[in-house]
């Protein structure tokens, strides 16, 4: 199977152009809850891949407005190259959407729940457990915790999700960075430059030179609700056992719209199962 038989062609493909705003990206990540959006740019050679803009970008530079500067160089993929070529691409770059590239246009794009769609139709070989898959170390956050917290717990341990925690330190639930999305704002403000003036003698004197003006400069920045982690995330938590096989937790998270599947061992958790472990099995 190859990635143009996976891939979502160009057609399907929502994407938005430079020049433009933050604005322009946000409610497709908020709203359909993408974890990145292509950007492109029209040229008088036609329509040209200029990269991702990312939940990470946005959270990661609140204080930028301009996309071209959210964008973010990724890796590429041709339409020809095998999944198992895909796999090794996501695994070595950490990539969840691959744009799919020929001669400098986007034609598609491929993700993790393509492949893991395919393993779970039986395109590729599914047969092997996930206990040898699924990392041991799992992000963990209590549950009331405020989610401006949590946010930034789930930013310093580079995971996209966090098992939520209650008073006996029993999983009550799933924090994921589409649910600290889906709540994120963007507020306008007002800065004043001059309360950052930097010391003339210091290499960086350009920027105590621009510093010294006393004129408000309007900002923007990502805030969060400061109600619990409780309150935004998923309680009703699908799970396998080590024993389950490759194919049966692929069918798992594409039929409940999941990316990781907590591992119990009874009562017990042991491990997480994230949709990139799976990409393991078609090597």
Known sequence: MNVADAMTPRSEVITVEV?????DVLEYLQDLGFSSVPVIKTTEDGEQFRGLVTRESLIEQPDEDQLALLVRE???IHPSATL???AELVIESDERR???VEDDSLVGIVTVTD???AIAEGEQDGSTEVGGLATRTVNTVYHGTPLPVAERGLSYADVPYAVVLDDAGRQTGMLT???VIEVARVVQGESNPGDAVANQDDEWMWE???ATSTQLVPVSKVTFPEAPVSEYMADDVVTVVRSTDVSDAAESMTENEVQHLPVKR???LVGMLRDTDLLKAVL
């Open 19 to 23: 020049p433009g705003t933050r604005d």
């Open 74 to 76: 990724v890796p590429t």
């Open 84 to 86: 198992t070529e895909l």
């Open 98 to 100: 691959v744009p799919v």
């Open 115 to 117: 492949v893991v769609r």
């Open 177 to 179: 960075e589409v649910d």
């Open 208 to 210: 105590g030179i621009k």
């Open 266 to 268: 009874g009562d017990d």
